[in-house]
């Protein structure tokens, strides 16, 4: 029943390390997003994408990259990771062409720990 | 960017008490959702609104879409404890694509 899945719950990685976060989502969805969730701040969005190969910078896309190469999956990126980065990041997916809802359908989260 | 007011920021209240919370804004929106966080887990939808006025219940949950369009309230009557999470609002601008904005959150702890 799982319908967006982010492949890493956990991470640990090192200030100026690569970290790849992947998402895939098996709605046939138009949209995904990343947001980044911290205490007292909710939701913030990073980065979204309407389309294959498509991107569009959120609120706070500084130290952040996308990749959508396929339609179910939209990957983010942290070229050069650091402790400011520490935090909760949540995949989301939406629009259903079918039926025209355009409801946020989130994954579960992965929690990233800069050290 | 635009900005959504969520209070009260945290409750803690008595099993089997109502609880009320509320998302304002000074932007005019043409959705409300309202989401909820079990720890460790992402947000679950629990109840959307489409238009001015709407009223709409899910099981103990009721939600309005306040009739200026800037405002909803989210209402749990008789909690338990498996209430206990973070509960968000979010509203749609046309004006701002697909993308929804955020409340911050109302931590819930239901004392049972």
């Known amino acids: 029943d799982v319908k967006v899945t982010q492949s890493s719950r956990y991470l640990v990685k090192r200030t100026g390390e690569k970290v790849f976060l992947e998402c895939v989502q098996d709605?046939?969805?138009?949209?995904m997003f990343w947001y980044r969730q911290d205490p007292g701040l909710g939701l913030r969005l990073i980065y979204f994408s309407y389309d294959v190969k498509m991107k569009e910078k959120g609120d706070i896309p500084e130290g952040y990259s996308v990749s959508r190469e396929k339609k179910e999956r939209f990957s983010l990126i942290l070229e050069s990771a650091s402790t400011n980065q520490t935090s909760m990041y949540l995949c989301?997916?939406?629009?259903?062409?079918?039926?025209?809802?355009?409801?946020?359908?989130f994954g579960a989260g992965s929690r990233l720990t800069v050290l | 960017g635009q900005q959504l007011n969520q209070s009260p920021q945290s409750m803690f209240i008595q099993e089997g008490e109502d609880v009320s919370m509320n998302c304002t804004s000074s932007s005019i929106f043409n959705t409300w959702l309202w989401y909820k966080q079990d720890p460790g887990e992402g947000p679950v939808l629990l109840i959307a609104l489409y238009k001015a006025g709407e009223l709409t219940s899910n099981g103990r949950l009721t939600a309005q879409f306040g009739i200026t369009r800037k405002d909803s309230f989210l209402n749990i009557s008789a909690s338990i404890p498996s209430d206990v999470g973070i509960y968000f609002c979010a509203g749609h601008l046309m004006e701002y694509g697909n993308k929804l904005v955020f409340g911050a959150g109302t931590i819930l702890r239901v004392k049972s």
């Open positions: 709605m046939d969805h138009e949209n």
């Open positions: 989301a997916s939406s629009w259903d062409r079918a039926t025209g809802a355009n409801v946020l359908t």
